[in-house]
């Protein structure tokens, strides 16, 4: 994969780094977000492509160290996204009034409502007029683009409070949030019981509208506290580069000295309690860094918030044709997600009908797709390669036009 995309970024060359001159534009940022994004599309590739796919494998278990280890490091790709949405829209007030602002988020949070209801629930699905697996109705999921959209929405409001507050009202949410657990109905996301609406802010839900059936994975409440964080810890990120470093670094040791000491205490932070395997100290270990995702329990963030601070301190060490390519993903990431879905979904059924299935059984979310279709896990790692390797050229080239460019419309890309 490496000399595919050496030879183009060779024959195609144009620092992005160096040309993308707004101020707000900080490359720390930008290539922990392009990390992020690489190591999603990982996921998105073993839900489609994995042998025995399920919705999360996690829940299983006996699930093999290998798996957990492919699964877990993805963990780190939607609270990255939510929290860096935050900043980004916090480092923003340098430029724009309060009003302006308030605008132009609420006016994003609507549109990346649309994309997520409209473009890539089809393109998880493949199915807009509705599918067999759920009555013939059309899939509504809710994911990530939803609750960055539901954060900015909400951000358009919460701002005008100022970053302080803002990151206050932000660490009491995520503090605090799972003192519901033990008060909120207990919901999955495909249970199919018509929660009442107000389950969505705290727990996955799924609710029958009409022809449509909505899926709401990501609990609205906490992954609000996280963008809400984000914005307020923007100031951080205006410091000198020494400056914010050693905040990001010593802040990235006390969460994941805080992960370690809550965790092992098993009292708080988090509905999944863990304890000794009789497998042995993998087990254990693995037992102990399941924590919960939907919606993201305490112990969860600061699971992943820790090592995030600490290889965004160290990101501006590092130079190279590596993090150009992370810093270029981690500037087009709406057009890397929405793309990236399509062309996963499309090299799914390629496969099926390799397998001897037909293309029919494929428009469906993949959770339903046909038993005994699939790949190995090193056949999920090559063709999560294949993918970077063929969304490279189309973000590089949106990523240049981004650079080079300031019609309005781009910032919605």
């Given at each position: 994969m490496r000399a595919l995309l050496t030879r183009h970024y060779r024959l195609t060359h144009m620092n992005t780094s160096a040309s993308d001159q707004r101020a707000y534009r900080l490359s720390a940022i930008d290539a922990l977000r392009g990390l992020a994004i690489v190591i999603m599309a990982i996921d998105h590739v073993r839900d489609f492509f994995l042998f025995g796919t399920e919705q999360d494998p996690m829940n299983n278990p006996n699930i093999s160290v290998a798996v957990f280890a492919t699964r877990w490091i993805t963990h780190f790709c939607a609270p990255v996204f939510v929290l860096l949405a935050g900043t980004s829209?916090?480092?923003?007030?340098?430029?724009?009034?309060?009003?302006?602002?308030?605008?132009?988020?609420?006016r994003r949070g609507l549109w990346l409502l649309l994309v997520e209801c409209v473009i890539i629930s089809t393109a998880y699905t493949f199915a807009p007029l509705g599918s067999k697996d759920?009555?013939?109705?059309?899939?509504?999921?809710?994911?990530?683009?939803?609750?960055?959209?539901?954060?900015?929405?909400?951000?358009?409001?919460?701002?005008?409070?100022?970053?302080?507050?803002?990151?206050?009202?932000?660490?009491?949410?995520?503090v605090g949030h799972n003192l519901l657990d033990y008060v909120w109905p207990a919901s999955q996301m495909f249970d199919?019981?018509?929660?009442?609406?107000?389950?969505?802010?705290h727990s996955q839900m799924s609710r029958t509208v009409g022809p449509f059936m909505i899926f709401f994975s990501y609990p609205i409440l906490p992954w609000l506290g996280v963008m809400l964080l984000g914005f307020g810890i923007a100031g951080v990120f205006e410091l000198s580069a020494e400056r914010r470093n050693t905040i990001l670094l010593r802040s990235g040791f006390a969460l994941m000295a805080a992960f370690l000491l809550i965790r092992a205490l098993d009292v708080y932070g988090d509905p999944n309690p863990w304890q000794r395997q009789p497998v042995g100290i993998?087990?254990?270990?693995?037992?102990?860094?399941?924590?919960?995702?939907?919606?993201?329990?305490?112990?969860?963030?600061?699971?992943?918030?820790?090592?995030?601070?600490?290889?965004?301190?160290?990101?501006?060490?590092?130079?190279?044709?590596?993090?150009?390519?992370l810093v270029m993903f981690g500037r087009v990431p709406f057009a890397f997600y929405v793309t990236h879905f399509f062309l996963i979904h499309a090299l799914s059924i390629l496969l099926g009908l390799f397998q001897g299935f037909s293309a029919s059984q494929f428009f469906t979310i993949f959770i339903f797709y046909p038993k005994g279709y699939g790949l190995s896990l090193p056949g999920v790692y090559g063709v999560w390669m294949l993918v970077i390797v063929m969304l490279y050229p189309f973000c590089r080239w949106v990523a240049e036009v981004k650079a080079r460019r300031r019609d309005w419309w781009l910032s919605y890309l």
């Amino acid at each position: 994969m490496r000399a595919l995309l050496t030879r183009h970024y060779r024959l195609t060359h144009m620092n992005t780094s160096a040309s993308d001159q707004r101020a707000y534009r900080l490359s720390a940022i930008d290539a922990l977000r392009g990390l992020a994004i690489v190591i999603m599309a990982i996921d998105h590739v073993r839900d489609f492509f994995l042998f025995g796919t399920e919705q999360d494998p996690m829940n299983n278990p006996n699930i093999s160290v290998a798996v957990f280890a492919t699964r877990w490091i993805t963990h780190f790709c939607a609270p990255v996204f939510v929290l860096l949405a935050g900043t980004s829209a916090g480092l923003m007030t340098a430029r724009k009034s309060p009003a302006e602002l308030a605008s132009f988020l609420f006016r994003r949070g609507l549109w990346l409502l649309l994309v997520e209801c409209v473009i890539i629930s089809t393109a998880y699905t493949f199915a807009p007029l509705g599918s067999k697996d759920v009555g013939g109705r059309t899939m509504v999921i809710m994911q990530v683009i939803s609750a960055i959209a539901i954060g900015m929405m909400s951000l358009a409001g919460f701002q005008f409070l100022g970053r302080r507050v803002c990151f206050a009202i932000g660490t009491v949410i995520i503090v605090g949030h799972n003192l519901l657990d033990y008060v909120w109905p207990a919901s999955q996301m495909f249970d199919q019981q018509n929660w009442p609406w107000w389950v969505a802010l705290h727990s996955q839900m799924s609710r029958t509208v009409g022809p449509f059936m909505i899926f709401f994975s990501y609990p609205i409440l906490p992954w609000l506290g996280v963008m809400l964080l984000g914005f307020g810890i923007a100031g951080v990120f205006e410091l000198s580069a020494e400056r914010r470093n050693t905040i990001l670094l010593r802040s990235g040791f006390a969460l994941m000295a805080a992960f370690l000491l809550i965790r092992a205490l098993d009292v708080y932070g988090d509905p999944n309690p863990w304890q000794r395997q009789p497998v042995g100290i993998t087990g254990t270990a693995m037992d102990f860094l399941n924590t919960t995702k939907y919606g993201p329990s305490l112990l969860f963030l600061l699971m992943i918030y820790g090592p995030a601070a600490i290889l965004c301190a160290k990101a501006d060490r590092f130079t190279g044709f590596i993090k150009d390519v992370l810093v270029m993903f981690g500037r087009v990431p709406f057009a890397f997600y929405v793309t990236h879905f399509f062309l996963i979904h499309a090299l799914s059924i390629l496969l099926g009908l390799f397998q001897g299935f037909s293309a029919s059984q494929f428009f469906t979310i993949f959770i339903f797709y046909p038993k005994g279709y699939g790949l190995s896990l090193p056949g999920v790692y090559g063709v999560w390669m294949l993918v970077i390797v063929m969304l490279y050229p189309f973000c590089r080239w949106v990523a240049e036009v981004k650079a080079r460019r300031r019609d309005w419309w781009l910032s919605y890309l």
